[in-house]
């Protein structure tokens, strides 16, 4: 498998392929990360292309939400890398030796530390997923009708990134036993998920308007 430094230098279908071997990284996480990241790409795409005279009352709004959406598309690619890092610190802790009482407590120790770092990768893809979609929400009325399947297949990957690295997040949390951490890290998915889906539900109510019947 690719280093994780190599990770985001793939090709398409290589990066494909990494996910499909028998190993724990790359997995969900990284391929959440990189699904929102696309989405951002096209939300922005849709915004570049409303520009010109006929979009010139919006076109500079639309400039400055291409540009936030690139910064969010680079943010969630970085975390492709990272949830990557997140998890391998995992194995590693799980691979601590435990022969004594301190080595116990030692790895144990560990591995709720990396778990709990496992954890917050995708909680930051979920943050970065409802940011995209709160950008596409309040720009989705004034888009050019011919990018709306565009803006559209934008919306459609951020939602599924955020529902992928929510699952992440819960399968983490489930090893963790900090419940006061837990149940912290469980509202604020649950809270951006709800926000997530209310912003998709207003862009993609506005860009059915501008598809063909």
Request: with cysteine; aromatic share 4%; charged share 20%.
């Amino acid at each position: 498998m690719p280093s994780t430094s190599q990770l985001t230098d793939l090709s398409l279908a290589a990066f494909a392929a990494a996910l499909a071997e028998k190993t724990p990284t790359p997995g969900g996480g990284s391929l959440a990360a990189y699904v929102v990241a696309c989405g951002a790409a096209t939300v922005s795409m849709a915004c570049r292309f409303t520009s010109g005279e006929k979009y010139a009352a919006v076109q500079e709004a639309m400039a400055s939400r291409a540009a936030e959406l690139d910064r969010l598309r680079a943010t969630a690619l970085g975390f492709v890398q990272v949830d990557t890092d997140a998890y391998d610190r995992v194995t590693a802790a799980f691979g601590a030796p435990k022969s004594t009482d301190a080595e116990k407590a030692a790895r144990s120790a560990g591995i709720q530390a990396a778990m709990k770092g496992a954890l917050e990768v995708p909680l930051e893809t979920m943050r970065a997923a409802a940011a995209v979609l709160a950008h596409a929400a309040a720009c989705a009325a004034d888009i050019n009708p011919n990018l709306a399947s565009d803006c559209g297949s934008g919306v459609a990957c951020c939602l599924a990134g955020l529902e992928a690295a929510q699952a992440n997040v819960a399968i983490n949390a489930a090893s963790i036993k900090d419940a006061e951490y837990v149940a912290a890290r469980r509202a604020q998915a649950a809270e951006l998920r709800a926000q997530a889906l209310a912003a998709a539900e207003r862009a993609r109510a506005a860009l059915a308007a501008k598809l063909p019947a």
